[in-house]
């Protein structure tokens, strides 16, 4: 199967031209209408009852709630507390041998290695909303037990900021952001998304391109990817296809682009996401349709960030605001849970392998995930379909 493709979406079919509309004030207050409600069903849940695993003895209660906020809601000490467990978590040993994956540094690089091992069973599957749960999940955790931080996992809400994503507190540059976009490069031309058979999505190139030389991460090396990159001007971005599991050492580039960001990951999108009816509905507009030439929230806020390693489905972790994007991904999920969560908490779909190639069984609640090296050790997907059960007490505000 040929992928070459963006950090976890595959776009799939039309003309850019016929994205979604640019978000909107109204847009805005009904996803945090709907938010709201989501908290207050949260609320309700908690205070009718303990909500306890059937496997674990973790019982999550309102006191208990560890709160993910939105990067620009954090105080400077904050997200600078954050960012310094990041860098922190760079520079520990790897726990991966070697032998296993022959270009891992580093605690950090456990969790790329992860990602990067489990990628085409882990999108366009139905375990994408869950397995990135519990990873997004294990690495807050990692960065408090092994780096001392105390918050929680930030996130970033793409439709505050879609028009100028570039200067957004995440990308401005500044020392409390996530580092800033990549250095300007001319005449890259169009990116191109391909996905085997599908017609290809051709999308704008950003305002960056470079190496990142501003913020927390303007010294950061990458050490393992890129797998498969999208096309800029008919030449692979940032090397050939390979495993991705060599060292290859490197800095962090972006293309940060605020015409994918307003198309794809905007307001409006985010509300008609929330609007789906069934988890198979859901989680597949989220990464977009294949045939329709929409990449979904997902692939728009991958692709906003664009270039090396985030423009790679495989080693999109390789870039730290994942761990922000991801954080919107579940944040996502939460909310559309819990609109209806009697009968949304257990609600998955989908089989065991990218877009069921090569074909393979559906995805039960009793299946397990595993983030080998990472941490986080063998976990049921019943276990994970709740952030107020099992190993989970986490909550979100805007």
């Not at 001392?148 to 996992?153: E, I, N, P």
Request: glycine share 10%; net charge negative.
């Amino acid at each position: 199967m040929r992928l070459t493709v963006l950090s976890s979406v595959v776009l799939i079919g039309a003309a850019f031209a016929q994205s979604a509309p640019d978000p909107t004030a109204d847009a805005l207050a009904q996803f945090q209408d709907l938010t709201a409600e989501a908290q207050a069903a949260q609320d309700d849940l908690l205070s009718s009852t303990a909500t306890t695993s059937s496997k674990r003895a973790n019982t999550c209660t309102k006191d208990k709630l560890l709160v993910r906020k939105p990067w620009g809601s954090l105080s400077n000490l904050e997200r600078k507390a954050y960012t310094d467990a990041v860098l922190c978590f760079q520079k520990l040993p790897a726990k991966t041998p070697t032998g296993l994956v022959p270009g891992v540094r580093s605690r950090y690089d456990d969790f790329l290695a992860t990602h990067i091992n489990q990628t085409l069973n882990i999108h366009y599957t139905g375990t994408f909303l869950a397995w990135h749960r519990w990873f997004t999940w294990t690495y807050e955790q990692a960065l408090r037990n092994e780096c001392g931080y105390t918050g929680a996992q930030p996130y970033w809400n793409w439709a505050l900021y879609a028009k100028d994503p570039a200067s957004s507190p995440i990308f401005d540059g500044s020392d409390y952001s996530m580092s800033g976009n990549g250095e300007y490069i001319a005449g890259k031309g169009p990116i191109t998304l391909l996905l085997g058979d599908y017609a290809p999505v051709v999308l704008p190139p950003g305002t960056g391109g470079g190496c990142v030389t501003t913020g927390p991460f303007k010294n950061y090396t990458i050490n393992l990817g890129p797998v498969s990159m999208p096309l800029n001007n008919g030449s692979v971005i940032g090397g050939g296809p390979g495993t991705g599991l060599a060292y290859n050492p490197r800095c962090m580039k972006r293309d940060i682009s605020a015409a994918i960001n307003t198309a794809f990951a905007n307001a409006t999108s985010v509300v008609k996401l929330l609007t789906r009816n069934t988890i198979a509905d859901f989680q597949l507009v989220m990464q977009g349709v294949p045939g329709s030439g929409n990449i979904g929230v997902h692939g728009g806020g991958h692709y906003t960030i664009g270039g090396d390693p985030a423009g790679d489905v495989f080693s999109s972790p390789g870039d730290p605001a994942f761990y922000l994007h991801h954080g919107m991904i579940d944040l996502t999920w939460w909310v559309w849970q819990m609109l209806d969560f009697t009968h949304r908490r257990n609600q998955i779909s989908g089989t065991q392998t990218f877009l069921n190639q090569p074909p393979s069984p559906d995805v039960t609640l009793d299946d397990t995930i595993d983030l080998s090296y990472a941490g986080g050790g063998p976990i049921t997907m019943r276990e994970l379909m709740s952030v107020n059960d099992g190993p989970f007490c986490y909550t979100y505000s805007l």
